[in-house]
């Protein structure tokens, strides 16, 4: 997952901020926690898809000044770290899952911006140890808490409107010379098909400005076995999950079983998830 997207960054030399070793998060708490700054933004916009000029003015400045005291913390604290980063077309960079809901403020308070849009299937997703971001963020989002629906129904449902409405962003945004975004699937990080490996880790390689988007730097990365770092289920850990790579690929597709006996669930999670298990490739699957 996520966790491992940051330890390759780490690899590719890329200096990760980190105030959380367990997740590798920014937890922002510099400006009171996330949610403090998150909650008024989409609770004005209902969209990740904004722009900042039509955000009411308090809930835009306050949004600003917060981001501002972040990257202003990350940047202090990446210099006391693991020294410059030398990946080129990066200074430094950080983990915070929510923070997609905040691209378009971010970009505002940056000179330079790039985005690493990590996705994974949001069916994968509603099956989650993790479903804090829906007890959160769910009702100030939509609107309305909807608890008649199973929380793998409303995890889906907001994991669709968050990254299709985020890539709409991002390509409306991909002309400005500010601005940069890179789609990543962790699926493809842990694919037993090398050449997918490869080219994923190739394709980001390049967009950090790192030296291993030589073929055979990439090639060497590629080859080298997946690593469990982590889960929110409760009871997994590296000891009882294992660590093999057909291990860490078993936590992928896990909705399959979820959903076996359960077809008016999985009829649910694929009516709310549409756009965006196809726009990213899930539904139908990509090729390799």
Known sequence: GTRSVVALLQQLGVNMVVEDTGTNDVHGSVMGGWPKVVRPVIGASRSTDY???????????????????????????????????????????????????????????????????????????????????????????????????????????????????LLRWEQKHAADPNFEYHVLHTEDLVSPDLQVKYSAIKGLAEFVGSSYAADEDACCLAASPSKFMGSHSKGVTAR????????????????????????????????????????????????P
């Open 240 to 287: 009882t999950a294992g660590n093999g790579q057909s291990t860490v690929r078993s936590r992928y597709g896990k909705w399959r079983d979820a959903v076996k006996n359960d077809q008016s669930l999985s009829n649910a999670l694929h009516t709310e998830g549409a756009n965006g298990l196809r726009l990213f490739g899930y539904e139908p699957p990509r090729g």
């Open 51 to 165: 722009e900042v000029a039509d955000l009411p003015p308090g809930v835009a400045a306050d949004a600003k000044r917060a981001l501002t005291q972040l990257v202003n913390k990350a940047r202090t604290d990446s210099r006391r770290g693991r020294g410059r980063s030398t990946a080129a077309a990066v200074e430094f960079g950080f983990k915070a899952p929510v923070s997609m809901t905040l691209v378009p403020v971010f970009a505002s308070v940056l000179p330079r911006m790039k985005m690493l849009h990590v996705t994974r299937d949001g069916r994968d997703i509603s099956f989650s140890g993790n479903q804090t971001p829906i007890t959160k963020f769910y009702q100030t989002f939509f609107g309305s808490s909807d608890e008649h629906l199973p929380i793998s129904v409303r995890a889906i449902r907001m994991w669709d409107r968050w990254n299709t409405q």
